[in-house]
């Protein structure tokens, strides 16, 4: 019974940690890497979608380092408050590959969305401080 609730309490930090992740994707040969100040991926192929959501404090400002390299394909990136894509605050679409910064001014729950179409390379959205 202990050990039951070990497990249970360990799942919950581990959700609380990693936040709300939702995804439906296929990848070739590649590496998954979340955490709850990034989210990040390698592969040699990737198909399908991954979104996170991360929270800005009143009176916080966050910065969003994104990485994208891209060899092949097509992918796309969204950052939007609410999951309102059509009032992103950042939107991409074919990105090549880029290094930039989207800053978060506004307090709310954000989405970071990446649709990929059997894209080569990776990505890396990464909020920690």
Known sequence: MKKTITIVIITFIMMFLIGCTKSS????????NDSSTQMSMTYEQFSGYKETQIKVKDGEEVKVSV????????????????????????????????????????????????????????????WGK
């Open 25 to 32: 994707y296929v990848i070739i040969s590649g590496q998954d």
């Open 67 to 126: 990485k994208i390299a891209t060899a092949g394909g097509t992918i796309d990136a969204y950052i939007a408050k609410d999951n309102n894509e059509s009032t992103a605050v950042y939107k991409g679409n074919d990105i090549k590959t880029s290094n930039f910064t989207v800053t978060l001014k506004e307090a709310g729950t954000y989405t970071i969305r990446v649709d990929g179409d059997k894209h080569t390379g990776g990505y890396l959205f990464n």
